[in-house]
């Protein structure tokens, strides 16, 4: 999902301020406590991001933790969440317990044919996304789901198809990017001209199984449906939507193909159709990129993985270190840049997170336009794409 900043005078106010900050004496900005940035963690709103909008909204499935990056986004932008649906009874109780005014349901279609809902969240086991989303849009309403909000070319078919019915939203949450506040800011750098024209993007995806903390999904151990492609739709599909999603982002492109793809299951034989490493090759029409994903995090990093996202241009490259500086300090969001005059750090922790509120406007005003819809769906087409055809590997110990 493309979105345009609707606070963006603000945004470039605050923005500028940090990077003067950030360039006196090389110092960061910002520079005081750490504070650890967790994998689509919702920061605190900042209080002059008043919302604008109301929306009421529900949760129609919470197989995976992301639901709680999401409701906070929708949240932040004025959303009010009135209803929630689980499969899972201690997914719902931990749910309940954090939202305890949510009105618990007994099935889907409670929510579905709630004439006041306008808005359907879910991360549902990921195959059963789209099904759903076809669903909520037949009923008029809008629909967010996790990434990766489709998993077959046959669902992403009935998805187009259902959009040009009902003109209804169908968005997926691709919060590394929209979530991320380096990477958000990173985007901003980007529109100024800061180096120049997007060439090429490298994103290092490095994930972690079971964690210690946080809402990113494996606190409490990875669910059966984890270990099954069909399901979580492969390492290419689910992690990589992220990737490419931003891909298509920073380089601008509106015509994208994978180049080639692989998968390799290397130290997880007790479940042998899991896929713990893929990459793949990208080339659009106005860039190129590389994604490199992985299920081998140390418990030593001390968060769940150590994202990277390289941005080169014709007069410079971005770095975003988005959850950790490792070995320097445990903070997120650090945005390096380099052009042809200065090599700069940013601290972006302080930089306002847009997403909600823009995206609850496009539902309020009908404003989510034909491009921030295709892109969205591109990014999918894109990762079903390189998971199909992808060449699985076997390496010899």
Same mark, same amino acid.
């Given at each position: 999902m493309i979105h &345009? #900043?609707? $606070?963006?005078? !603000?945004?470039? &106010?605050? /923005? $500028?301020? =940090?990077? #003067?900050?950030?360039?006196?004496? $090389? @110092?960061? /900005?910002?520079?005081? /406590?750490?504070?650890?940035?967790?994998?689509d963690a919702v920061l605190p709103q900042e209080p002059d991001e008043t919302p604008k909008n109301h929306i009421k909204f529900s949760v129609c499935g919470m197989s995976h933790d992301h639901i709680y990056g999401m409701v906070g986004a929708v949240q932040r932008g004025g959303g009010e969440l009135v209803s929630a649906w689980a499969s899972e009874p201690d997914k719902l109780a931990a749910f309940t317990k954090r939202f305890p005014a949510a009105k618990i349901v007994k099935? *889907?279609?409670?929510?579905?044919n709630d004439p006041s809902i306008q808005l359907v969240l879910s991360s549902q086991i990921a195959n059963e996304r789209a099904p759903l989303g076809i669903k909520v849009m037949k009923h008029g309403k809008d629909y967010l789901s996790d990434k990766p909000g489709i998993t077959t070319l046959e669902q992403l078919a009935e998805v187009r198809k259902?959009?040009?019915?009902? &003109?209804?939203?169908?968005?997926?949450?691709? #919060?590394?990017?929209?979530?991320? &506040?380096a990477a958000?800011?990173?985007g901003e750098l980007i529109k100024q001209g800061a180096i120049g024209k997007v060439i090429q993007t490298i994103n290092i995806a490095p994930h972690q199984i079971f964690q210690r903390h946080g809402d990113a999904g494996g606190s409490g151990g990875r669910p059966d449906w984890f270990w099954v492609p069909e399901q979580y739709g492969g390492i290419l599909c689910d992690i990589g939507s992220h990737q490419v999603d931003q891909f298509l982002f920073y380089t601008g492109s509106k015509q994208a193909e994978v180049v080639e793809?692989?998968?390799?299951?290397?130290?997880?034989?007790?479940?042998?159709?899991?896929q713990d490493f893929g990459? =793949?090759? @990208?080339?659009? !029409?106005r860039g190129l990129g590389y994604v490199r994903l992985d299920w081998f995090t140390p418990d030593g990093l001390g968060t769940w993985g150590d994202g990277r996202l390289f941005i080169l241009g014709t007069d410079g490259y971005i770095e975003a270190r988005k959850y950790t500086d490792v070995a320097v300090k445990k903070q997120g969001n650090n945005l390096f840049v380099v052009d042809q005059k *200065?090599?700069?750090?940013? !601290?972006?922790?302080? =930089?306002? @997170?847009?997403? $909600?509120?823009?995206?609850?406007? !496009?539902?309020?005003?009908?404003?989510?336009?034909? %491009?921030? %819809?295709?892109q969205c769906l591109l990014a999918a087409e894109l990762v079903i794409k390189a998971q199909k055809n992808a060449k699985f590997v076997t390496l010899k110990d």
């Open positions: &345009k #900043s609707t $606070g963006r005078r !603000d945004f470039l &106010k605050h /923005a $500028g301020w =940090m990077g #003067s900050m950030a360039m006196m004496g $090389g @110092l960061p /900005a910002f520079g005081g /406590a750490s504070r650890p940035v967790m994998e099935t *889907q279609e409670e929510i579905i259902t959009i040009a019915e009902t &003109k209804r939203i169908y968005a997926i949450m691709y #919060s590394e990017r929209l979530e991320v &506040k958000v800011y990173a793809s692989q998968i390799a299951n290397v130290r997880h034989p007790d479940h042998p159709r899991f990459d =793949m090759v @990208l080339r659009g !029409d *200065q090599a700069r750090y940013i !601290d972006c922790n302080n =930089m306002p @997170l847009p997403f $909600g509120r823009e995206f609850v406007a !496009d539902i309020v005003n009908r404003t989510h336009n034909a %491009q921030d %819809q295709e």
